[in-house]
């Protein structure tokens, strides 16, 4: 028996101390009060619809602790976990301000790059422009040398389009149907710009192939991906592989559409929410799982 409380000792200890810090935090209440809020946490997180209730008690907890005095790299790691529950109940501009704040008083150099990072993913996600302006702003200010803050460095792209209509996307598919994006407003769109004999796109797109499949029997989910330029051969050749069933496919031959978006390069995505105003931009898809966890949430908050 005495072996199994020293194993418990252990762990307890263990699992108290700070990224980075190299000494134990502070004990008492508030920091079984965070064990409790964190235990299972990235499980909870998967699925935010059915969990809600559970989060939000989580979240009161998670502030409650935050405004306890512990050792600084401990308040980060609350931060974090209170930033990551708010993104995933919806609340962003929250999630943006608690990060905010732990990013201005944070010291710790890895710290203040995982803070940093998870900013940009709880502006980029709100489809909010002024708050995405006011996350770059603080992350090139206070972390100038980040990977994060080096990339904002170079230009946000496609931030004017964030809040906004998208551009028109009227054309034809590969299967001779009519498209219109503005038709689809009440969806979650992802419009998709690609290149056949593009390596990038060659790693990427399966990727677009594989969430399609996972969420075949949605139909709120609308996956509307531009091939830019090349011949229909080439196009053909390239999606052939893919197995690209469900996916509508539209070729902007001349490229009218690519200029129309401004997209230069690509992978290029966009998501048009449900309200038919733009969501979410960038060179990447990285964000697209979540941003539908994002929107089933509204769906349930809506009632729908």
Known sequence: MRAGRFGIWVFLTLATVAPGAGRPLLRG?????????????????????????????????????????????????????????????????????????????ASDAGWKDALANRLWSAASRSGDAGLVRSAGSTIVTRVPKSACAVKLQKGVPFLDAIGKPPKKLVATDLKGI????????????????????????????????????????????????????????????????????????????????????????????????????VRFADVSDAGVRDLLKDYALRKKLAGK
């Open 178 to 277: 009519p498209v219109d994006l503005a038709a689809l407003k009440g969806k979650f769109v992802w419009v998709y710009f690609w290149e056949a004999g593009s390596d990038a796109c060659s790693q990427d797109f399966p990727n677009v192939v594989g969430l399609r499949r996972e969420r075949e029997q949605d139909t709120d989910f609308v996956i509307l991906t531009v091939a830019k330029g090349g011949t229909i051969e080439r196009v053909n050749e390239f999606l052939t592989p893919q197995s690209a069933e469900g996916i509508t496919v539209v070729h902007d031959v001349k490229g009218d559409l690519s200029r129309s978006w401004a997209v230069k390069t690509t992978p290029v995505s966009f998501i048009i929410d449900e309200t038919g105003k």
């Open 29 to 105: 209440q508030g920091s079984s009060d965070y064990q409790e809020a964190s235990y299972g946490l990235d499980g909870l997180l998967e699925d935010p619809v059915a969990n809600y209730d559970e989060l939000t008690r989580r979240q009161g907890i998670l502030e409650n602790v935050l405004g306890a005095n512990f050792d600084a790299n401990f308040k980060n790691r609350v931060a974090e976990d209170l930033a990551r529950i708010q993104m995933a109940r919806g609340a962003f501009r929250e999630a943006v301000q608690t990060l905010m704040k732990a990013l201005e008083s």
